[in-house]
């Protein structure tokens, strides 16, 4: 199986600044690879998808982006957060079943 | 259109009780993939269990087991002699069987356990 590593585990910033999250995966070439955002006792939102790299899906509309420079490798950005990018961010990866890494939570102050 | 149903928002039994977790879904392809994740409180997913639509044998993993009934679109997951670490949101999730396998996630059943 797959191993998803994630950073940073915490993450505090302030309205207007930049985001940068990354995510690797090991144990596996050519992995589809997803973002996704969970909001406080909520369910799972998809947020983007990557079946290669360079190729980034967006399932909704929002300040944020993905990039995927590397098999291996996914980004999720944002140039400017809002109060509501605030969230749990979970990337996983993964063909039949996704595998999940441990998550970044984001508090946008 | 794809949909996954997991009406108890929120169950509580005592140590030892077996519980079970409903997941009701809704599709229009004929083959798909359903799971079962485990999100305890430091919130990564935990992966159980992924069933094919085409084989449709219950299956058990130690206390766990999974009963799936596509006539009925039910995929329903028992924990027998619940233990307190079996305390955790679990969600149900569908996904296609080809392309981008995109799973769509049920919101999750909040299983407290009490000693």
Do not use: M
Not at chain 2, 79 to 89: C, E, L, M, P
């Amino acid at each position: 199986s797959q191993t998803i590593h994630q950073w940073p585990a915490t993450l505090v910033q302030p309205v207007g600044s930049p985001l940068s999250l990354e995510c690797t995966v090991e144990g596996t070439s050519n992995p589809n690879l997803y973002w996704y955002r969970q909001a406080a006792g909520r369910g799972l939102q998809l947020l983007f998808y990557s079946v290669g790299i360079g190729q980034i899906s967006s399932e909704v509309p929002q300040n944020l982006s993905a990039s995927r420079p590397q098999d291996r490798q996914f980004i999720l950005s944002s140039k400017k957060l809002l109060l509501s990018d605030s969230g749990f961010y979970l990337c996983a990866g993964g063909e039949y079943e996704q595998y999940f890494g441990p998550g970044t939570r984001l508090t946008v102050t | 259109a794809q949909k996954v149903t997991q009406a108890q928002t929120e169950i509580s039994v005592v140590e030892k009780e077996d519980v079970t977790l409903d997941c009701v879904y809704e599709t229009r392809d004929t083959t798909y993939y359903l799971f079962w994740y485990k999100q305890p409180p430091s919130g990564e997913l935990v992966f159980l269990i992924r069933r094919n639509s085409f084989d449709e044998q219950n299956e058990i993993s130690g206390r766990y087991s999974w009963n799936f009934q596509k006539s009925t679109s039910s995929f329903n997951f028992t924990i027998t002699a619940s233990q307190v670490v079996d305390s955790a949101v679990y969600f149900c999730a569908l996904s296609e069987a080809h392309g981008t396998y995109k799973y769509i996630f049920g919101t999750g059943t909040r299983l407290k356990v009490l000693a």
